[in-house]
């Protein structure tokens, strides 16, 4: 784990966070400039990696939007 100037924790370094996302463990990483966002998730223990690239920075929620594609996909592969 990474740590702020101050010596407190953070789960940010190097522009990448560890998070998690439909209950598993993610490194994620999102940014955006005027009419621009992005934002990419790797699932490391399931070896999955899902972006969205997008040219609408406030037309809908693309974290929801992550989660309702990435639980489509985690579900998919554990049917298999």
């Known amino acids: 784990n990474y740590k702020t100037d101050q010596g407190e924790p953070t789960n940010y370094g190097y522009g990448f966070r560890l998070g998690r996302i439909n209950d598993r463990d993610t490194i994620e990483h999102d940014g955006g400039i005027i009419g621009y966002v992005t934002y990419a998730v790797y699932f490391p223990k399931e070896r999955l990696f899902a972006v969205i690239m997008s040219n609408c920075d ?3 929620d693309i974290g929801g939007t992550m989660e309702s594609i990435t639980k489509i996909a985690l579900a998919s ?3 298999e």
Request: net charge neutral; hydrophobic share 0%; with cysteine.
């Open 58 to 60: 406030r037309c809908y």
């Open 77 to 79: 592969e554990s049917s």
